[in-house]
């Protein structure tokens, strides 16, 4: 039996998981966390390739609403679930199945999709570009003083369970996802993959814990974390593993990093990922305390881009033709004239004059504004052939608020 590329069948689930699993280790999932992926899994968009009856690639996509510069959400297919198994290599299945994906995300009217890697340097071959960065910080709370600002004391805060409270912290998260290119609107169900707290997975930690801020009796804010426990022969150095922390308004964000320092036993905050601006940086008086790492998070990649470029703002006026190279999506090779401003904007084919010259992928780590074109040309990925056109682009692609993804998928 030859190898089929097809979609996913409700009765092959189980063993297009098991394929999936096996490629990034093969570690055994928990029924629970199994059936949180099963239940956001969609199966119309997921699909693998079978050979012989066995599912030897898999690939699929969640439908998302991203945020945008100008605070629009447009929808973005959030690629997911990528693998080819090891004995399938070199075999082209890897492209036939991202080819097949952007023709169906195409299709369906996305102008935008979306993915986070393990290994970056296989993507930019199929044209998606890093567009947003990680901050991870592991917080020295003995030798910095707590954040404070006033207002904090007029700040309740309460410990609750994670479980309990999710509605709550979805509805901070909804009203913050507008405010910051990168982040997600999510379909329901996704929230419970958030409080996932599977005791294999703790790394010595203790349970996940969740603490709420409050300002007369609405909830403002909140963070999700866990302690791990140490002690050396100075005494306790524990660890506050934290999830995730978010809050509507400076004082709730500093009342709860108050919080976080002043945990028990504890003598640093580790957190996976904040955006490269984030206010904790000046809620403190030395931020080299904060041991910084940056990461890229968020892969970005036109699939449209006449509609990608048109469903964004601009933080100034801009008029330019970009020369766009897409091999791979042919549909987007050519000269577009992008006109907009703080307003919105308009994108369509021209025969005038290039101006600019990139390839989508340089587009994609451009689009949020989280990397400067003027960057890219430096590094020889965009080409100004009028000029003055690349400081215009530049300054024009440019963010206010630094792009960020809130979690992996």
């Given at each position: ?6 979609t ?25 966390n ?26 699929g996509a ?14 973005a ?14 075999r ?16 369906r ?16 071959r ?34 609750v ?27 329901p ?15 010595g930690?203790?349970v ?98 006449g ?5 964004r ?97």
């Amino acid at each position: 039996m030859a190898s089929e590329l097809r979609t996913l069948r409700d009765t092959e689930w189980d063993n297009w998981s098991n394929a999936l699993n096996r490629a990034f280790g093969g570690l055994p999932l928990p029924e629970e966390n199994r059936a949180l992926q099963r239940a956001v899994t969609e199966p119309e968009r997921s699909f693998g390739i079978w050979d012989d009856g066995d599912c030897v690639a898999t690939a699929g996509a969640f439908s998302f609403g991203l945020t945008v510069p100008g605070g629009a959400e447009v929808p973005a297919a959030g690629v997911t679930a990528v693998s080819v198994r090891s004995t399938h290599r070199r075999r082209g299945l890897l492209r036939s199945m991202m080819r097949h994906q952007l023709a169906d995300v195409r299709e369906r009217g996305e102008p935008l999709a979306v993915l986070t890697s393990s290994e970056p340097a296989i993507y930019g071959r199929f044209g998606y570009g890093p567009a947003a960065q990680d901050m991870r910080l592991a917080v020295d709370t003995v030798r910095l003083p707590a954040p404070e600002l006033p207002g904090v004391d007029g700040v309740r805060l309460r410990l609750v369970d994670p479980v309990a409270a999710v509605a709550d912290c979805e509805r901070v998260y909804a009203r913050l996802v507008p405010t910051r290119p990168g982040m997600l609107a999510r379909r329901p169900g996704w929230e419970r993959l958030l409080v996932r707290d599977d005791p294999n997975g703790r790394d010595g930690a203790g349970v996940l814990q969740c603490v709420v801020a409050e300002v007369d009796g609405e909830v403002r804010g909140y963070a999700r974390f866990a302690v791990q426990p140490s002690h050396d022969h100075t005494g306790p150095t524990g660890k506050v593993l934290l999830r995730d922390v978010e809050a509507l308004d400076p004082v709730g964000y500093a009342a709860l990093w108050r919080f976080l320092f002043g945990i028990d036993l504890t003598t640093s905050v580790s957190v996976r990922t904040r955006p490269v601006d984030d206010a904790l940086l000046h809620l403190v008086p030395d931020m080299r305390r904060c041991d910084i790492r940056l990461d890229e998070s968020l892969f970005v990649r036109p699939v449209e881009v006449g509609a990608a470029l048109a469903a964004r703002t601009y933080r100034t006026p801009v008029e330019v033709v970009l020369e766009v190279s897409d091999p791979f999506c042919p549909w987007n090779e050519g000269r577009w004239r992008l006109s907009g401003d703080a307003a919105g904007a308009a994108c369509a084919r021209t025969t005038a004059p290039a101006e600019l010259a990139l390839s989508v992928r340089e587009l994609g780590s451009a689009y949020l504004g989280g990397f400067s074109l003027r960057a890219l040309a430096a590094a020889g990925r965009v080409r100004e052939l009028r000029p003055g056109a690349l400081a215009e682009a530049a300054r024009a692609f440019g963010s206010e608020v630094a792009p960020w993804l809130p979690h992996g998928f």
